[in-house]
């Protein structure tokens, strides 16, 4: 049975909504009677355009590596790094129980901001933005894969070279706008044999360098001053190899306010073009970058 509370409360509401039923029928007889003296003009606007298309995808492809303590990184575990000594690329440094009732697992995990699929911050080579301050329409982009699987294939220095962009538009037309550039040299699929994908040169028993592919600094520049590209991404260590400086492209790109992503995967899954990339940048205040869980929307 309902209280006596409960059943005035309900007569109240029905009560509302009839006054308010009586209110709206007379304001549309009155505007009826208006309509049949006089036109009443509605000024048109112009609808603003959306800058954020809609996405529509049917698959997600995962661009992300699994990070683990042996996943191959610019250092080796041991390593003397300026008088220190390199960790594992990620170390578990303690877990903590609650209590044996509890059924929480709770870890506390080391590594460098860049090792893995991770994100490259303005910041890790200027001071412009740190990886917090990227904006979050930034993360989510249209997605272009170039592919120079072929010239990787027999040269490990190989570079994504303006050309390749012309190429690449001459078959999908201009670069879309806001977008994300990715270089797609095949290399990701080496990554179980960390010395064909570090690929080093050696002289006797000393390394004098990692051979990987990247791009061109010339492309760098070409993306920068004459088309809307707000992020890189490369299936390698780094955008840079030792055929243009090393630091180049890091030091033409990041800079400018832009930010890019190395060590991606599985790019061969996704279209050349028509993909979104979702970049989930990890938000940590003032970090040059870090790992990330990227993701392509086909």
């Not at 005035?8 to 509302?16: C, L, T, W, Y």
């Not at 570090?198 to 390394?207: D, S």
């Not at 279209?271 to 040059?288: D, L, M, S, Y």
């Amino acid at each position: 049975m309902c209280s006596p509370y409960i059943i005035a409360e309900v007569d109240r509401i029905v009560a509302d909504r009839r006054s308010f039923l009586k209110t709206a029928a007379g304001s549309c007889a009155a505007l009826a009677g208006l309509g049949a003296v006089s036109s009443v003009s509605v000024a048109k606007t112009t609808p603003t355009p959306n800058p954020y298309p809609p996405v529509a995808f049917s698959r997600t492809v995962d661009l992300t590596h699994t990070l683990t303590p042996d996943f191959p990184a610019w250092f080796t575990e041991g390593q003397d790094i300026m008088g220190r000594t390199a960790p594992a690329s990620l170390t578990e440094v303690d877990e903590f129980v609650i209590d044996e009732n509890t059924p929480f697992a709770l870890k506390k995990v080391s590594y460098w901001e860049h090792v893995g699929t991770h994100v490259d911050a303005a910041s890790h080579c200027s001071n412009k933005k740190s990886v917090d301050e990227i904006p979050a329409e930034q993360l989510v982009l249209p997605l272009v894969v170039i592919d120079i699987r072929a010239e990787a294939a027999g040269d490990p220095l190989a570079q994504v070279t303006p050309e390749h962009v012309r190429k690449w538009e001459a078959i999908h037309g201009p670069l879309p706008p806001r977008c994300f550039v990715a270089m797609n040299s095949g290399w990701a699929e080496k990554i179980h044999d960390r010395k064909a994908f570090l690929c080093p040169l050696e002289e006797g028993e000393k390394i004098t360098a990692l051979r990987q592919p990247a791009f061109h600094p010339d492309t760098a520049r070409m993306l920068l001053e004459d088309r809307d590209v707000v992020g890189i991404g490369v299936d390698t260590l780094s955008f840079d190899n030792t055929r243009s400086n090393g630091l180049d492209v890091h030091l033409i790109w990041l800079p400018e306010d832009r930010w890019g992503v190395e060590n991606l995967k599985d790019l061969a899954k996704v279209p050349e073009a028509g993909a979104t990339i979702v970049v989930g940048a990890p938000k940590f205040k003032g970090g040059t970058g870090g790992p990330a869980r990227v993701l392509a929307l086909v």
